[in-house]
């Protein structure tokens, strides 16, 4: 009787790796779709739910930097001009720094005043 439930043959499971640097962090996950979409609300919301967190904090705003930063300078700067006041603002402040020097091919004067204003 057990021999036919242990020969019986399965199917593997498709092997699924998932690249996603947000991890398992769905609501990082959410608000990064929903800010790439233009509602810098979610994101604002879902960095103060970290709280005094600061691991997660930074992570969170790392994934949300690198996700403003692909969809432009634009939306990086205004994004970055909405939370200019946070003190936990370095990890985002350092997004676009970099995407600056990048764009400006390592403008030392555009990167300074960058950092003087932000």
Known sequence: MFKSIFRRERAPLPFVTDVDRALDDHDLRAAR????????????DVIAAAGTDLERRGHRIAILG?????????????WLA????DPFNFVLHVRAVDFHCAKWCGSHTQMFELARTT
């Open 33 to 44: 779709e929903r800010a790439v979409a233009g509602d810098r609300r979610a994101a604002a």
């Open 66 to 78: 690198d996700a403003a930063e692909e969809q432009g300078r634009d939306r990086l700067d205004a």
């Open 82 to 85: 909405g939370r200019r006041r």
